[in-house]
């Protein structure tokens, strides 16, 4: 019995570490095409449920929305920006420490995640 006392004991010690590695706060970021045939770097900053996307990681915020996840999938909405997008997205997210992949469920801004419909983050 006490080993099973000590195991449960240890989860709850553990399993907040583990959910503070999987968090979707902080930085990100991916390469997408520039259009002129090369890479262009993304830079996304979550907090508190809010993001602020920066096109060419240059310090200018290109995008302003809030998020919310729920059940392992997140829900976007632009709310500003000379690049937002109105309409909802939903994906389906899949985090680690150092990684994030965003695959979408449905979304009113198709161009949002290409043609794919996938994100691929990696902590900035």
Do not use: H
């Not at 302003?64 to 996840?69: A, L, P, Q, R």
């Not at 995640?113 to 902590?123: D, F, I, N, R, Y």
């Amino acid at each position: 019995m006490k080993i099973f006392q000590r195991f449960i004991l240890l989860c709850c010690f553990c399993l907040p570490l583990g959910l503070a590695a999987q968090s979707i706060e902080g930085s990100w970021k991916t390469q997408v095409p520039d259009g002129q045939g090369g890479m262009m770097t993304l830079k996304v900053t979550m907090s508190n449920g809010t993001y602020a996307v920066d096109f060419g990681a240059d310090g200018s915020i290109e995008i302003n929305g809030k998020y919310e996840v729920s059940g392992g999938q997140m829900t976007i909405e632009d709310t500003g920006g000379p690049n937002s997008c109105n309409g909802k997205g939903v994906y389906k997210l899949e985090i680690t420490d150092t990684t994030m992949k965003m695959t979408r469920v449905s979304d009113a801004c198709p161009d949002r995640a290409g043609p794919e419909g996938v994100m691929s983050w990696t902590k900035a």
